[in-house]
C-alpha cells in the first residue's frame, strides 16, 4: 500500500512547494516562518469571526512595510492573527511608531488591530525600596516566594500607578491621534503587584504598612478580597480606562482574569498547593476560592487558561482514562468561565495543549492526547469561549498550532450557531464517560459527545425541561432537534 502511494506522494510535492510563498522575506521572525509552513490557507470563510492569535509571533519590527504586510496577509490567510508587544523606557518611542505602523497595515486590511499591553505593565514594584513591605524595626523586605521575584508592599502603589497609567496612555493616544482604531488589547500582566497566595499573606502580617492597612488580616477571606480589589483597581485605572476613555469599544484584558463561580480549579506557574489555607478537596487537586474581581477591573473581555499543568495528571489518580484527567480538570476551568460570563463578554482564552512547566528533574507523565485536546477546544466553544489565544514554547509551535487551526477551520462552518447559539450543558461529569456540549438554536441543538468510557448508548440531556437524545458520534459534531 505504501509503495503504491509513494509515487503520488511525490507527485504531490511540486505542488506544495508551489503552494510555499514566492515572495517571503528573508529576515521573517523564526516562528512566523514556522506557522506558514506548518499550516495550509483557510478553506472555510471566516466571515467576522476573529482570528486565532499565537503569542509566539512577535513584533515584526525587522520587516519593510511590504513584508510586514505580506506577513500579515498570509497568517491571516491561515487564521492567524499578529499581536503588537509595547515596550517602555528607551525602546517607548519607537514601540509607538512600529505599534501605529502595524495597526494601519491590519486596519486597511480589514483585520483587528491587536496588541500586547504587558510591557508597559512590568513592573509596579519597581525593586526600590519604596515599594517594600517594613518590618517591626523599619527595614524593608521582599516576599520571594513568587518565583523568585521581589515582590513588595500592596499599599505603595498609589506613586506607582501615574508611572504605568502614563506608558499606556501615550499607546491609547498615539493610535487615537492616528486614526488607528484599537481592537484588542490583551496583557500577560501575573507575577507584580497584590496577591494573596504563596507567602503573601504571612509578609503581610510581617509588615507594619499591611498590618495598618488591614484592620481584618488575620481572615484569610478579607485578605483576600482586598488584595484583588486593589489588584482590579490597578488594571482598572492604569490599563482599562485609559484605553477605553480613548477606544470605547476595545477589548481589554488581562491573562487569567475572568468571571468565575467563586472557585479557581488551576495553579499557575508561579503557585503551589496550601493545605493549610481554605480549599475544596477534589480527588488529590485543592480547588481554591477566588474572589470574583473580573467586574471591578472595568474589562470587556474575558481571559480565562486552559493549560495541560503538569500537577494536573497526578491529582487525579481515580481517572483510569489518562486523557480524562487532564481533560476533566481542563473542562472544569473552561466551563467556570462560559457559565459565569454573560453574553455580552467575549471570552478569549489562552490554550496550551504540550505538558506544561514541567518541573526541572520532575518524572514524566502521560502526554494528553492530540485528540483529547481538540475535543477539549470544541467544549470550549460549545460552552461559550469565543476566541482563542495559544501560547507555545517555539519548539511545540508547529504542532499546536495545527491543533487549534483544525478546530478554528471546522469551526467556521458552524459560525452562525456558535455566534448566536445558547449553551446547553455546563456539566463537568465526575466520572469518566460521555462528555456533551452543545448550542440551541430555537428547536436545535448543535452538539458535540466525547467519550472517556464505554457508554455505547445515546444519552438524555434535558434543557428548560425539554429532553432531546445524544447518540455516542465520535470526532463529530450533530445537529439534533429537540422534543
Ligand atoms: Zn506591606
Redesign the pocket.
Same mark, same amino acid.
Given at each position: 500500500m505504501l509503495h503504491r502511494l509513494l509515487p503520488i506522494l511525490l507527485a504531490a510535492a511540486p505542488v506544495l512547494a508551489a503552494e510555499t510563498p514566492m515572495h517571503e522575506p528573508a529576515n521573517l521572525p523564526d516562528a512566523v516562518r514556522t506557522i506558514l509552513h506548518a499550516l495550509q490557507p483557510l478553506k472555510n470563510d471566516r466571515g467576522s469571526r476573529e482570528l486565532v492569535y499565537q503569542y509566539s509571533v512577535g513584533n515584526l519590527s525587522g520587516l519593510s512595510d511590504a513584508d510586514a504586510e505580506w506577513t500579515i496577509r498570509e497568517l491571516a490567510a491561515r487564521g492567524i492573527g499578529v499581536i503588537t508587544f509595547w515596550q517602555h523606557g528607551a525602546n517607548q518611542d519607537a514601540g509607538v511608531a512600529e505599534a501605529i505602523r502595524i495597526g494601519r497595515i491590519q486596519q486597511r486590511l480589514g483585520l483587528t488591530v491587536a496588541a500586547d499591553a504587558s510591557g508597559v505593565l512590568y513592573r509596579f514594584y519597581d525593586d526600590t525600596p519604596a515599594t517594600a513591605?517594613?518590618d517591626d524595626e523599619g527595614n524593608p523586605f521582599w516576599d520571594t516566594s513568587f518565583a523568585g521575584s521581589k515582590m513588595? /508592599?500592596?499599599?505603595?502603589l498609589d506613586r506607582r500607578a501615574p508611572v504605568i497609567l502614563a506608558r499606556v496612555a501615550a499607546y491609547a493616544e498615539a493610535y487615537r491621534a492616528a486614526g488607528v482604531n484599537l481592537g484588542i488589547v490583551t496583557a500577560d500582566w501575573e507575577v507584580d503587584g497584590p496577591h494573596e497566595w504563596n507567602d503573601a499573606w504571612a509578609?503581610?502580617k510581617r509588615?507594619?504598612? /499591611?498590618r495598618e492597612n488591614l484592620p481584618n488580616i488575620d481572615d484569610f477571606t478579607a485578605f483576600q478580597a482586598r488584595m484583588r480589589q486593589l489588584r482590579a483597581a490597578l488594571l482598572r485605572e492604569c490599563y482599562a480606562e485609559p484605553i477605553l476613555g480613548r477606544h470605547p469599544s476595545c477589548l481589554v484584558t488581562n491573562y487569567a482574569v475572568y468571571p468565575n463561580d467563586g472557585w479557581r480549579y488551576w495553579y499557575d506557574y508561579f503557585e503551589h498547593p496550601q493545605p493549610e489555607l481554605p480549599h475544596a478537596q477534589d480527588q488529590h487537586d485543592l480547588h481554591r476560592p477566588w474572589y470574583n474581581d473580573f467586574w471591578e477591573t472595568r474589562f470587556t473581555l474575558a481571559m480565562p487558561v486552559v493549560y495541560t499543568w503538569y500537577s494536573i495528571y497526578a491529582a487525579y489518580p481515580g481517572f483510569s482514562n489518562p486523557d480524562y484527567r487532564w481533560f476533566y480538570n481542563m473542562l472544569l476551568v473552561g466551563t467556570n468561565a462560559g457559565k459565569s460570563t454573560p453574553s455580552g463578554i467575549p471570552i478569549a482564552t489562552f490554550v496550551h495543549w504540550h505538558t506544561t512547566a514541567p518541573p526541572q528533574g520532575a518524572p514524566e507523565v502521560p502526554q494528553m492526547s492530540g485528540q483529547a485536546y481538540t475535543e477539549l477546544l470544541w467544549h470550549l466553544l460549545l460552552r461559550g469561549h469565543d476566541i482563542f489565544y495559544s501560547w507555545t514554547p517555539t519548539d511545540e509551535l508547529a504542532e499546536e498550532i495545527a491543533l487549534v487551526q483544525k478546530v478554528y477551520e471546522e469551526s467556521l462552518a458552524y459560525s452562525d450557531w456558535l455566534r448566536h447559539g445558547t449553551p446547553v450543558s455546563f456539566d463537568v461529569p465526575r466520572e469518566q464517560g460521555p462528555v456533551i456540549s452543545g448550542v440551541r438554536l430555537g428547536d436545535r441543538v448543535l452538539v458535540r459527545r466525547t467519550d472517556f468510557g464505554d457508554t455505547r448508548g445515546p444519552v438524555t440531556i434535558s434543557v428548560d425541561g425539554r429532553e432531546f437524545s445524544v447518540p455516542r458520534a465520535p470526532g463529530a459534531l450533530q445537529v439534533l432537534r429537540m422534543n
Open positions: 513591605h517594613v513588595g /508592599c500592596p499599599f505603595t509578609n503581610s509588615c507594619v504598612r /499591611c
